[in-house]
């Protein structure tokens, strides 16, 4: 950002308010005065997203590049090492494995989140008795701490007393009780499920207000055509809807890479790092290993792979905005 | 045809309870479980209804966890105060002083959103170490407000925008200056905004886990999310314990919806979509 020289207010519409359209004899701050004032407002922040949210980035970058020990935190010394955290990664088959591990996480979690929100914004699209009270009762699961979901999932698949194998039993659908969170064979299952829960109030909500927008002559004219509920469906509400889809998609992967409290409190990335991500793999390396030159490069790959989505988003979401002002 | 419409809106309706149910029912069976003795809980049996409900879990419990919601409450109260404090001059000065950089600052907000927060504990554990900082209660604020400043920035420049433009050319008019317009007119004008922000700002430093786990090390000043984690390691066959606990920390989420329902759609969608 500069703030060296005066900035020039520009001559769009919201602008004239406060400068242009000041009737004469108004008092009016002078020039030099005015970028100081309006300084103040953005100082408190720009501060607070620098300090707090952009130093944190750069100094994971350049504790990557260092050979951080337990010792350096007591001197404030640690030797520049360059790539060599980097490199070391690229010979961890746990690293590659928490790669692994968190794209599938990731794709599985969305397929479920958006399916499912999906599904439920087109059955609440038209209202119905109740619906409205549904709506928000279903938003109840994304505003409980994330602790909370995973602490009552913790229990959900428990082995003895879980309910979800009581109920799989009580339905024949298996004889044996599932290890769901013991087993390396189930657990990554298990964590997907939880976060499905946790990720479709958002999903359902955002394609909900996207449907309220859609314009209602189209459906007319499709449904005169003779077009089925299905091809209304995949050749009108798609379409309209994929902007919007590509919001929620970004938006999506980005909320899910990072996702760790869950992961965390279900398994901490066990049994046998069957559940380990890259935010698990990072924080076992800085907090349980205490080596955190390579907790952070781990959490630089992520921010790498956050990055890319990021982009992805701002595209489709600028795209979006073009065209509700067009 | 009507009665074909009529069975169709009910398909709906049913629909509609199923999916309620299902997505409930993780919240149904922690209250439950809260709601009944030990025992109840480890048969193979499990009962589905308290019959009759007792509240011996939340006896057990609020001696020990009830420091922790204490410590969630002055946590998130403050987090929410300094983002507020610290978003809202800036929001409306990217809504009223249109300048060159906004929309790059925008975007930057955007973007620092999207980043893992995995990243921040990683890089400021090492530098609040120095600055002897881990353990306070100040560590916690200042993290716990990455996340809520830039979403409250976002969410009260999507508000701002929406204000008329003649309320501060009055106030400008009046010789109120910049700040007198922002505090006497803007402010009280925003008072919805400021209520979705302030609410999802304590709710985001209220579910923080991370930052506690990782800044409080000392076991000093322990927040309810800690608290369930911690409890759940010692007690994991307690379930109505700690299924108690976990009702407890759900509270303010509950009565937020409860009290705030317009303002939670607003800001669901608000900071991530809303121009």
New interface residues.
């Given amino acids: 950002?500069?703030h060296s020289r005066p900035?020039?207010?520009?001559s769009?519409g919201?602008?004239?308010?406060?400068l242009a359209?000041?009737?004469p004899g108004?008092?009016r701050?002078r020039p030099r005065r005015l970028w100081l004032?309006?300084l103040?407002?953005?100082l408190?922040?720009?501060a607070?997203?620098a300090a707090?949210?952009?130093?944190?980035?750069y100094?994971?970058v350049r504790?990557s590049l260092e050979h951080?020990t337990v010792g350096?935190?007591l001197t404030?010394v640690a030797p520049f090492v360059g790539l060599q955290n980097y490199r070391d990664l690229l010979g961890d088959a746990l690293f590659f494995r928490a790669l692994e591990q968190m794209a599938l996480f990731t794709v599985l979690s969305i397929v479920g989140q958006m399916g499912i929100g999906m599904s439920?914004a087109l059955?609440?699209w038209?209202s119905?008795?109740?619906?409205t009270a549904?709506r928000?009762?279903?938003?109840?699961?994304?505003?409980?701490?994330?602790?909370?979901?995973a602490?009552?999932?913790?229990?959900?698949f428990d082995f003895?007393?879980g309910?979800l194998n009581?109920a799989l039993r009580g339905l024949h659908l298996i004889g044996e009780p599932v290890p769901w969170l013991t087993s390396s064979g189930y657990a990554l299952a298990a964590v997907v499920i939880t976060n499905i829960?946790v990720g479709?109030?958002?999903s359902m909500?955002?394609f909900y207000?996207g449907l309220q927008s859609l314009p209602k002559e189209l459906y007319e004219a499709a449904e005169l055509d003779g077009a089925n509920a299905l091809q209304r469906f995949w050749f009108v509400t798609l379409p309209l809807l994929r902007p919007l889809t590509a919001?929620v998609f970004s938006?999506s992967v980005?909320y899910t890479?990072?996702v760790?409290?869950l992961i965390?409190?279900l398994t901490h990335g066990g049994p046998a790092d069957s559940t380990q991500t890259l935010?698990t793999y990072?924080?076992q390396l800085?907090?349980r290993n205490l080596d955190?030159g390579h907790?952070?490069a781990v959490?630089?790959v992520?921010?790498l792979v956050?990055?890319c989505?990021?982009v992805l988003?701002?595209r489709s979401?600028r795209r979006t905005?073009a065209a509700?002002e067009g | 045809m009507r009665a074909g419409a009529r069975s169709a809106?009910w398909t709906?309706?049913g629909?509609?309870?199923l999916?309620?149910a299902v997505?409930?029912f993780?919240?149904y069976?922690?209250i439950n479980?809260s709601l009944q003795p030990r025992v109840a809980?480890?048969q193979?049996?499990?009962a589905f209804i308290p019959n009759p409900p007792i509240l011996d879990a939340y006896r057990n419990i609020i001696d020990a966890q009830g420091p922790h919601v204490l410590v969630s409450c002055v946590v998130a109260g403050l987090s929410a105060i300094v983002s507020l404090?610290?978003?809202a001059?800036?929001a409306?000065?990217?809504?009223?002083?249109?300048?060159?950089?906004t929309t790059?600052?925008v975007?930057?907000?955007?973007?620092?959103q999207?980043?893992?927060?995995?990243?921040?504990?990683?890089?400021?554990?090492?530098?609040f170490?120095?600055l002897q900082l881990l353990n306070t209660y100040a560590a916690l604020v200042?993290?716990d407000?990455?996340l809520s400043?830039?979403f409250a920035?976002l969410l009260l420049r999507a508000f701002m925008?929406s204000l008329p433009?003649?309320f501060?050319?009055a106030a400008?008019?009046d010789?109120a200056?910049?700040?007198g317009a922002?505090v006497r007119v803007i402010l009280p004008l925003s008072r919805n905004g400021l209520i979705t922000a302030g609410l999802f700002c304590f709710?985001f430093a209220?579910?923080d886990?991370?930052f506690a786990?990782?800044m409080s090390t000392k076991q000093r000043i322990v927040p309810i999310?800690l608290g369930?984690?911690q409890f759940?390691g010692t007690h994991n066959?307690d379930?109505p314990s700690?299924?108690a606990?976990?009702v407890l920390?759900?509270v303010p989420?509950?009565v937020?919806?409860l009290f705030g329902?317009k303002y939670?759609?607003a800001g669901?969608?608000g900071g991530?979509?809303k121009?």
């Fill in positions: 950002m500069k900035p020039l207010p520009a769009s919201s602008s004239l308010a406060s359209v000041a009737p108004a008092p701050p004032v309006q103040t407002f953005v408190p922040a720009l607070y997203l707090l949210c952009l130093f944190p980035l100094y994971n504790m951080v350096s935190f404030g439920l059955l609440f038209r119905f008795p109740l619906s549904m928000a009762l279903l938003l109840v699961p994304w505003l409980l701490p994330l602790i909370v979901s602490t009552v999932f913790q229990w959900i003895d007393s309910v009581y829960w479709v109030p958002f909500a955002v207000s919001i938006l980005i890479v990072k760790f409290d965390f409190v935010a990072s924080y800085s907090f955190f907790g952070a959490g630089n992520l921010v956050s990055l989505f990021a988003y701002l979401f905005m509700g | 809106e709906r309706v629909a509609g309870s999916a309620v997505m409930l993780p919240i069976w922690m479980a809980m480890l193979t049996f499990p404090t610290v978003a001059p800036c409306y000065a990217i809504v009223t002083f249109r300048m060159r950089w790059g600052f975007l930057l907000l955007l973007l620092v999207m980043m893992p927060n995995i990243v921040t504990p990683n890089a400021l554990y090492a530098i170490a120095r200042l993290c407000s990455t400043v830039p920035i925008v433009k003649t501060t050319e400008m008019v010789g200056g910049y700040w922002f709710l209220w579910s886990f991370l786990l990782t999310t369930i984690y759940i066959t379930w700690v299924m606990t976990a920390a759900s989420p509950i937020l919806l329902q939670i759609t669901l969608t991530a979509l121009d």
